[in-house]
Nanobody, 115 residues
Framework: QVQLVESGGGLVQAGGSLRLSCAAS????????MRWYRQAPGKQRVLVAA???????NYADSVKGRFTISRDNAKNTVYLQMNSLKPEDTAVYYC?????????WGKGTLVTVSS
């Protein structure tokens, strides 16, 4: 059974930092590209950051220079380091593992940034 479990969300003041983790089980983690998405209240889910199996990364323009995605294949875990947080970063953050046609999602972790 595949599981993606996010953790690390919480309440933080604007300008602060959080590190999200997503622990994967039931998949050969090292071969999966991994992604972080977020969904703000009343809005669609959007891609925030992605990392390939080889470690190449991509970011949404809104988080470039502030967020860093990384992975530890020995721990089957992907991370999202979030710095200089803004109120508009408030959302539920979801971990995604996709290797077509397989597509797995975690249940999300809530990040709230207060002004």
């Amino acid at each position: 059974q595949v599981q993606l479990v996010e953790s690390g969300g919480g309440l933080v003041q604007a300008g602060g930092s959080l590190r999200l983790s997503c622990a994967a089980s039931g998949i050969i983690f090292s071969i999966y590209p991994m992604r972080w998405y977020r969904q703000a209240p009343g809005k669609q889910r959007v891609l925030v950051a992605a990392i390939t199996s080889g470690g190449s990364t991509n970011y949404a323009d809104s988080v470039k220079g502030r967020f860093t995605i990384s992975r530890d294949n020995a721990k089957n875990t992907v991370y999202l380091q979030m710095n200089s947080l803004k109120p508009e970063d408030t959302a539920v953050y979801y971990c995604n593992a996709v290797r077509s046609p397989l597509d797995y999602w975690g249940k999300g972790t809530l990040v709230t940034v207060s002004s």
